[in-house]
């Protein structure tokens, strides 16, 4: 079954129907504590922080969809995030990318540089740039790619030999691809993380984080942490992501078909632009993308004309079928602000080093129909004056 394609992997990949009534799908085991019948003696599972079939579930089908071997399901992305850093001590040093997710951003530089954990956030198009901050105490790179939300293309296998070079561990938020479109383990990273509220859920149902490793002495101690600091998701939406995965696939598909029509038709728009899409062939990273990427993904953001912040502000309340809200990478298209919702958190200078200006409109294009999609933005864009 090792040999299974992805496109099955998603509906069978470390799945087996459960073991009480063979039900297809695992039940919500909606428990906190297993009966024992004598101290120490279970059926495997004792206390649910530790352990829950239905958690269980889901992380054996994480594991298979990454290409990994361990697969750990938390509260929330950032949770996950969370239990990563815990593997770190005071004095070591982090190499991340500038334009990291404003919440990994906000956790990394307003909770952990307190405990002492040093961060270097640098442009990675240049592996001269992370190696330049590469010291004896570097301990990890967090890679997010393509970021959010200008969608820079980060070349995985190229930083994989660097981290091994040094013996640092080489972690990517794969949030905004998914398994679907590249699978960094065997690119050479070491762990995988996912925001599952985005893509793996798909249905804007759930906030859920997820890690993939292969190596097991690093899923021990991240299993412990796990535990230990008890950020764990419950059965429900443990059940909800299995239901979600087994349809990434199609949605996946369906997002990347129309995300390139989408781009295409921003793209010769005379109110905008910048369109920041891996598939178009004017994006700077395009060719990485396409040797790294099976396709482009769904995300695709671009700026009005002049920099106009009143006009991407009116574009934005005048859209009807993209919704006006935070998040991405479920079923149905949503719009943000960067630069006042998903990056508040980055101050603007930093802001606009990363290319993220008061006038970018980031886009989670949905699975609807492309022709009404382009009828939305194009009375939403008749609208502005620019
Ligand atoms: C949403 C997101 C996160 C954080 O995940 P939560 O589930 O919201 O905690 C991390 N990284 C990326 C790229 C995200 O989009």
């Known amino acids: 079954m090792k040999r299974m394609k992805f496109n099955t992997k998603t509906i069978h990949g470390g799945q087996e129907p459960d073991a009480a009534y063979g039900s297809v799908m695992p039940p919500i085991y909606q428990t906190s504590t297993f009966a024992q019948s004598s101290p120490g003696v279970h059926k495997g599972f004792e206390y649910a922080r530790s352990g829950n079939p239905t958690r269980h579930a889901l992380e054996k089908a994480l594991a298979s969809l990454e290409n990994g071997t361990f697969g750990l399901a938390f509260g929330s992305g950032l949770a996950a995030i969370d239990a990563v850093l815990k593997l770190l001590k005071p004095g070591d040093e982090v190499i991340s990318t500038r334009d990291l997710y404003g919440g990994t951003y906000r ?98 149902d759930l906030v859920m984080g997820a890690l993939v490793v292969k190596d097991e002495a690093l ?70 993308a396409k040797g790294q990427m099976k396709d482009f993904g769904g995300m695709v953001s671009f700026t009005i004309k002049g920099n106009n912040y009143e006009a991407a502000i009116k574009m934005l309340e005048q859209l009807k079928i993209f919704t006006l809200a935070e998040s991405l990478g479920g079923v149905e298209s949503l719009a943000g602000h960067p630069a006042s919702m998903t990056h508040a958190s980055i101050p603007k200078a930093e802001r606009e080093r990363a ?31 620019v």
Not at 246 to 254: A, P, S
Not at 258 to 275: M, R
């Open 355 to 385: 290319g993220i200006v008061d006038a970018m409109i980031r886009l989670s294009v949905g699975i609807e129909d492309e022709t009404d999609l382009i009828a939305d933005l194009e009375q939403a864009l008749h609208s502005i004056a």
């Open 219 to 288: 899923a021990k101690r991240l299993y412990f942490i796990q535990n230990a600091s008890g950020a764990i998701c419950g059965p429900q939406d443990a059940f909800l992501a299995l239901r979600g995965l087994k349809t990434l696939h199609v949605r996946m598909q369906r997002h990347c078909e129309n995300a390139k029509a989408v781009a295409e038709y921003l793209n010769q728009h005379l109110k905008i632009d910048k369109v920041y899409w891996p598939g178009l062939e004017s994006h700077a990273n395009h060719e990485i």
């Open 107 to 204: 956790l990394f530089t307003k909770i952990f540089e307190d405990f002492g954990i040093v961060f270097h956030l640098v442009d990675m198009n240049e592996a001269s740039n992370i190696e330049a901050f590469i010291t004896p105490k570097t301990r990890l790179i967090w890679v997010e790619t393509p970021t959010n939300p200008t969608l820079n293309i980060i070349d995985l296998a190229l930083i994989a030999t660097i981290a091994k070079q040094h013996k640092i561990l080489f972690a990517v938020d794969n949030t905004f691809a998914t398994p679907y479109l590249q699978q960094p383990l065997d690119l050479g990273a070491d762990l995988v993380m996912h925001s599952a509220t985005k893509y793996l859920g798909g249905h804007s």
